[in-house]
């Protein structure tokens, strides 16, 4: 079992920046792909980025050059840095990575930016 915790939602102003952390407990998710989503009220979850263990880091278009997506192996925690934020990017953002065949999400961290 993993569980996943998400933190460091907040409301900030456009063009500020948040980071989001992702603390996973349960599992060393070391060798694991781990993803960011996102969603709004009255719309489907969407994917914001994600980090594999190895291979290449991939951005939703939406956010690509404002947002980076890093990872503490160590600590087993996983980040997502936005700048630049953008009213469009109000979401509750959700971590999310797949282990042993499961699929596991955090409970969200609230992102809100007000224009």
């Known amino acids: 079992q993993v569980q996943l915790v998400e933190s460091g939602g907040e409301l900030v102003q456009a063009g500020d920046s948040l980071r989001l952390s992702c603390a996973a407990s349960?599992?060393?998710?070391?060798?694991?792909?781990v993803r960011w989503f996102r969603q709004t009220p009255g719309k489907e979850r969407e994917f914001v980025a994600s980090i594999p263990w190895i291979g290449n880091i991939v951005f939703a278009d939406s956010v690509k050059g404002r947002f980076t997506i890093s990872r503490d192996n160590a600590k087993n925690t996983f980040y997502l840095q936005m700048n630049s934020l953008k009213p469009e990017d109000t979401a509750v953002y959700y971590c999310n990575t797949n282990f042993g065949g499961m699929d596991y999400w955090g409970n969200g961290t609230l992102v809100t930016v007000s224009s």
């Open positions: 349960g599992r060393t998710l070391s060798r694991s792909t």
